[in-house]
Antibody
Framework: QVTLKESGPGILQPSQTLSLTCSFS??????????VGWIRQSSGKGLEWLAN???????YYNPSLKNRLTISKDTSNNQAFLKITNMDTADTATYYC?????????????????WGQGTLVTVSS | IQMTQSPSLLSASVGDRVTLSCKAG??????LAWYQQKLGEAPKLLIY???SLQTGIPSRFSGSGSGTDYTLTISSLQPEDVATYFC????????FGSGTKLEIK
């Protein structure tokens, strides 16, 4: 059974760096074809894809946010991470991690079959 | 790629056949998924590759379309189908539509 769960700071101040953790079970990110992505949802911008990481450590970022994003993974502990620098009030959102069913070489994104419950991040001074 | 969903709000009766629309800004080659999101929950995958039903999803849900125009159909609306429905293209990076909120009349 595939499960994912996000964790984060809950609240942070403008200009700070957001660090998110996705803890998952039921699959390994070292297995061929596995991949995890981050998506956020705000009332203002709806659902917005942020980044994906592949089993082979290939990384793909939303071009409009690429300069602020860093995705990484720890296969030993079944975790994926996302850092977003220079947070602003506009980044207030629920952040989800999700797994695609299969991610083959040559593609950058796919549909998301499994989602975590999401973690709310509020940016406020 | 911009994804435009219509209508933004749809009210229908139990048992009705319901059609939701998603239009892409360019040809997305059937690389389209549909999700259902109930209040306070994460999105749930319904359809992928435009017309493939995800395992465990009731057969009253179906997807169709090609090129830039895609449709999610619920053949007989049930009370538990009250939710917001999103489309997602994954032909070029990935973008989501703004959603259709479905209510029971």
């Amino acid at each position: 059974q595939v499960t994912l769960k996000e964790s984060g700071p809950g609240i942070l101040q403008p200009s700070q760096t957001l660090s998110l953790t996705c803890s998952f079970s039921g699959f390994s990110l070292s297995t061929y074809g596995m991949c995890v992505g981050w998506i956020r949802q705000s009332s203002g911008k709806g659902l917005e894809w942020l980044a994906n990481i592949w089993w082979n450590d290939d990384k793909y970022y939303n071009p409009s946010l690429k300069n602020r994003l860093t995705i990484s993974k720890d296969t030993s502990n079944n975790q994926a991470f996302l850092k977003i620098t220079n947070m602003d009030t506009a980044d207030t959102a629920t952040y989800y991690c999700a797994r695609s069913p299969r991610c083959d070489p040559g593609i950058t994104t796919n549909w998301f079959a499994y989602w975590g419950q999401g973690t709310l991040v509020t940016v406020s001074s | 790629i911009q994804m435009t969903q219509s209508p933004s709000l749809l009210s229908a009766s139990v048992g009705d056949r319901v059609t939701l629309s998603c239009k892409a800004g360019q040809n997305i080659n059937n690389y389209l998924a549909w999700y259902q999101q109930k209040l306070g929950e994460a999105p749930k995958l319904l359809i992928y590759n435009a017309n493939s039903l995800q395992t465990g999803i009731p057969s009253r849900f179906s997807g169709s379309g090609s090129g830039t125009d895609y449709t999610l159909t619920i053949s007989s609306l049930q009370p538990e189908d009250v939710a917001t429905y999103f489309c997602q293209q994954y032909n070029s990076w990935t973008t989501f539509g703004s959603g259709t909120k479905l209510e029971i009349k």
